[in-house]
């Protein structure tokens, strides 16, 4: 079976493509360039294919960024340091991001003939990121199969669980979570005061296991 997968670079995609390696299927993997602040989640991305011997298809967006501002791609929009579920986490939307990234992975799919789409939203991105919700998911899943002969399905194995059960089923798959990085920064070290870092580590001292990653704090 082929996969393609929507890969940030973070820890939830990252997992599905170890999953997927695991698993057997004939894997690819797909990244997207929008001038993301945390554009060295992007360097994991690479390194985590070269290690897997996965065929990676990186993709200049950087257009979008005029289209959709956040706080995750303006330099004059602060990133918010606090918990993820903060209302203010709202500034970090890139409008539609995930509409826009299905959309071109499903083109690359449709081309290569592969049947099986995945991208990773998780339990705890469905209040804020509404792009990453069940309904969103169930809805563009409808759409994937009317629009082009050859069908692809969209898959979203994490949608229902939290970060602690992701970091989980990882650390049962191998994962090696050096080569992965959650903050919305792309400094030398991860934060560790962005909603994001926040919620790695939580999950991290939730599962009882030691990250890899050196913080700033």
């Excluded at 890139?94 to 939203?121: C, D, H, Q």
Aim: charged share 25%.
């Amino acid at each position: 079976m082929k996969a393609l997968v929507i890969l940030s670079g973070g820890l939830d995609s990252t997992t599905i493509l170890y999953d997927l390696v695991n698993r057997g299927y004939e894997t690819e993997a797909i990244s997207f360039i929008y001038k993301q602040k945390n554009i060295k989640e992007l360097e994991c991305a690479k390194k985590t294919c070269e290690n897997l011997n996965v065929p990676h298809k990186v993709v200049d967006l950087t257009c979008y960024n005029d289209l959709a501002p956040s706080s995750l791609t303006r330099e004059n929009i602060s990133v918010p340091e606090m918990h993820y579920n903060e209302p203010e986490q709202a500034s970090t939307v890139v409008p539609n991001r995930n509409m826009i990234f299905i959309a071109l992975a499903t083109s690359y799919a449709i081309s290569k003939r592969i049947p099986e789409l995945f991208y990773g939203p998780h339990l705890e991105d469905h209040k804020t990121y509404l792009d990453s919700s069940p309904i969103f998911v169930e809805k563009v899943a409808e759409v994937l199969k009317v629009c082009d002969n050859f069908q692809v399905a969209l898959k979203t194995p994490l949608l229902w669980k939290t970060k602690t059960d992701i970091l989980s089923i990882g650390i049962s798959l191998g994962v090696d979570y050096r080569y992965t990085w959650s903050c919305y920064y792309s400094r030398g070290r991860p934060c560790g005061k962005c909603g994001s870092c926040i919620n790695r580590l939580e999950a991290f001292k939730e599962a009882g296991i030691e990250d890899p990653l050196e913080y700033e704090v």
